[in-house]
């Protein structure tokens, strides 16, 4: 098994930008997860797909952020434009449904730098 | 607001003694319980889950749950330098909207000294 695959692993761009971060979750995995992780906020929840269906986007941080998630193999989540506070690791996770006991699984991460 | 809370540390133990991590929890009805270990500049990794009160034993590892207080707990036992990584505590409420996501806590740096 493969496992998570992110793509790129690390990304810099400048100020204003649009940014594409790529995830292939586990096949056969029906949920997937995309985390931001930064020193001062931690791991946080952006955006929780399950069937290729948006669950919670809660914690997506504004309308510069969006996500898709076209089929149950490939989800993008896009920054457009970027500004340097979005600057920290990007991780897509998956897991096999939404069961209670449902492990999760992580991507090697994007490091994202905006300049 | 589903919070997990752990203590950030960092926590410091000598070779081959017991590190033990904490963790707290506000959702009462909490599931399901993981613990996570995430190297510097890697992704995390699950070492462990729990499910149910008592005690859950692999390897070197033991994962401890009280619900009734909420709290959860890691201990390490024989720690090596390699065990030297920050290790989140993740809840799953297992109920509603949110069935199926984890509420991860801040991390706990463990740094053991030869």
């Known amino acids: 098994d493969a496992g998570v695959i992110q793509s790129p692993r690390h990304e810099v761009t400048e100020m204003g930008q649009e940014v594409t971060l790529r995830c292939k979750p586990i096949?056969?995995?029906?949920?997937l997860f995309w985390y931001r992780q930064t020193m001062m906020r931690g791991l946080e929840l952006l955006i929780y797909?399950?069937?290729?269906?948006?669950?919670?986007d809660s914690g997506m941080p504004e309308d510069r952020f969006s996500a898709k998630m076209p089929n149950a193999s490939f989800s993008t989540l896009k920054i457009q434009p970027s500004e340097p506070r979005d600057s920290a690791v990007y991780f897509c996770?998956?897991?096999?449904?939404?069961?209670?006991?449902?492990?999760?699984?992580f991507g090697s991460g994007t490091q994202l730098s905006v300049l | 607001q589903k919070e997990v809370e752990q203590n950030s540390g960092p926590l410091s133990v000598p070779e081959g003694a017991i590190a033990s991590l904490n963790c707290t929890y506000s959702d009462r009805v909490s599931q399901s319980f993981f613990w996570y270990r995430q190297y510097s500049g890697k992704s995390p990794e699950l070492i462990m889950s729990?499910?149910?009160?008592g005690d859950k034993e692999d390897g070197r590892f033991t994962a401890q749950l009280n619900k009734a207080s909420q709290y959860v707990s890691l201990l390490i036992r024989d720690s090596q330098p390699s065990d030297s990584a920050t290790y989140l505590c993740a809840v799953n409420p297992g109920r509603g909207s949110t069935l199926g996501r984890l509420y991860f806590g801040r991390g706990t740096q463990l740094t053991v000294w030869p």
């Open positions: 797909f399950n069937n290729n269906v948006p669950i919670d």
């Open positions: 729990i499910y149910s009160n």
């Open positions: 996770a998956s897991s096999r449904g939404r069961g209670t006991n449902e492990k999760l699984f």
């Open positions: 096949s056969g995995h029906n949920s």
